[in-house]
């Protein structure tokens, strides 16, 4: 579904403020580069921008309409004009740069302007960034570039130089939870899927991944016998901690869900249960929350945030996590 002006500028305030000011004043750049990470609308805003600078009946002066002939071509990929190149495969190749060119060498078909933007600008091939280059320094008045990448520092700073870079910022976590729950993420689990990541795709992967939710589980698990019984969490560890997060990225997975559970008691404590993002488990976390003590609990992140860099550091796992458990479970009244 095409997203209006006012939804992305939810999403991308200070983005949407200069391509209206640069629309208003009249003042386009030849080049632009939109970088930021991945979901953050860098391509929908692209889309937007090249629809102000083709509609037929602006609102305001920069609002596309979104209904008049071009918008609408736009929109289903069918202007003319407007071209967009994305990566053959793995990276963009020379002869895409070059049939790009050869377009452009043509007039524009129904007026002076064309667009082109390119999605994936970083996985450019060294020949594809040249030929670029060369485009990109005999700008014709009426042509805009609009390139988009997640890393720009792979980019020729040549390039780079060219462009009037705006930066998307990673989505706030309320637009992240309403975006997922567009996408048909249970509402009660979206919190935690867009305190875990900044992406989209890779929330909604991680919806509908079974290791995460066993994850999610263990995790749990672990910090209840924590607080029940310091022989069983031992055991806890050994018979299913260790057989599920295994990989170092699985640890560190692992302890980003523990973080999480102190910080949810902390904002039960602190009465923000609407911040909590382990919703299921709501009822459970109150019952524990109420016999522990916020200092406690700040002890227990930090201790957690200093297992993380142990093993960054690449400190035996298991060591690291027992290490971990004795430390959580001072200051329980079963020790
Ligand atoms: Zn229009």
Known sequence: MVKTWDQLEELQPAVLR??????????????????GMKGTGKKEIGLLFTKALFCESLIDGYKPCETCHNCRRITSGNHPDVHIVEPDGL??????????????????????????????????SVSASNSLLKFLEEPSAETVAILLSEQPQQ?????????????????????????????GVNPGKAPLLAELTNNIEEALQLNVDEWFAQAQKIVLKLY??????????????QQEWFQ?????????????????????????????????????DSE???????????????????????????????????????????????GSSFV
């Open 284 to 330: 459970r976390l109150t019952q524990y929350a109420l016999k522990t003590s916020g200092r406690r609990l700040s002890n227990q992140m930090s201790a957690i945030l200093d297992a993380k860099r142990k093993l960054e550091k690449n400190m035996n796992p298991q060591l690291m996590m027992e290490q971990l458990v004795l430390k959580l479970q001072e």
């Open 155 to 183: 980019m020729l700073p040549t390039i780079l130089s060219r462009c009037q870079i705006l930066t998307f910022q990673p989505l706030p976590p309320q637009v992240m939870i309403k975006q997922l729950v567009e996408n």
């Open 224 to 237: 209840e016998v924590l607080e029940k019984n310091s022989l069983e969490a031992m055991v806890t560890l």
């Open 244 to 280: 599920h997060f295994k990989e170092k990225e699985q640890l560190h997975r692992g302890l980003e869900l523990f973080l999480l559970i102190f910080k949810d008691l902390l904002y039960i404590q602190l009465d923000k249960q609407e911040q909590i993002v382990f919703k299921a």
């Open 18 to 35: 200069m391509v209206k000011n640069s629309l208003v004043k009249n003042r386009v750049a030849h080049a632009y580069l939109f970088e």
């Open 91 to 124: 990276s963009i190749k020379v002869d895409q740069i070059r049939n790009l060119q050869a377009e452009f060498s043509k007039k524009g078909v129904e007026s002076l302007k064309k667009v082109y933007l390119i999605s994936g600008a970083d996985k450019m």
